[in-house]
């Protein structure tokens, strides 16, 4: 009968891997399982558990009010969350600043920002929710390489300013509906290429990195200004030598 139940038992072990490869779309999409079985408040709650103080969100007993009530939230009539706002609240909500965990974000979410807050964490732009539309993380501590080449579809602002983020940037796949780039004051490296820009990108700001070399550039470009003050680029490029991009690019 032992024998039995260890055969059985290691027939529900071997099992195991495979029932791991069958995870919903979502759920391989946010890398963790049981993602889209959390609710909004569990997913918030993941999202601020690494700061250093107890959040303003949370009681004297360590339990978190619902998220209705957490100063900065919004919520639409279904309770799902679509805005955060908790730009400049260093003094107020993050006095000893801590960990942000971006991953456990909802997928409803619309809005993200957290400018000027001093919080660490890294930042994986593929697994962000997929119909956001802006993200602000400008004046943080947070560190790691962006992958810009997996953008949420819908995203219009992506603000990454002043930070530590690391490391080569693609640029020549943006996503089609992006508006604003902003990922200065970095130390982000290597030769900088904007061709196939978005069609509706206003500007890129790119000064206070560790970029060098010439900055490549086609007719895509033509229309965006592109601040460059502070880096190492040495001269603009044209691939094609059609149009004049002097006036768009500012050195100083």
Known sequence: MLNGILMQNSRIINMLPVFQML???DEMYHGRVGYDSLSQQILLELVVEELVDDPPFAVDSGCFNDISTWKGVSCDEKGHVTNIDWSSKFDTFFPQGGVI???????SLRVFDIY??????????????????????TENQLTGSLNLRQLPKLLEVLDLACNTFSGWVDLTTLTSSLRVLDI???????????TGMPPNMNYIRLQDNLFHGDLLLDDSACHIQISLYETSIGCVQHINGSVDFYNRVIFG
């Not at 971006?102 to 997928?107: F, N, R, T």
């Not at 200065?184 to 904007?194: D, M």
Request: charged share 25%; net charge positive; aromatic share 2%.
């Open 23 to 25: 995870q919903t779309t």
């Open 101 to 107: 965990k971006m991953e456990w974000l909802p997928s």
């Open 116 to 137: 000027r807050n001093a919080l660490r964490g890294s930042v994986d732009l593929s697994i962000l929710p997929r119909d956001m539309q802006i993200i602000d993380l």
């Open 184 to 194: 200065s004051h970095n130390k982000l490296t290597g030769r900088i290429k904007c």
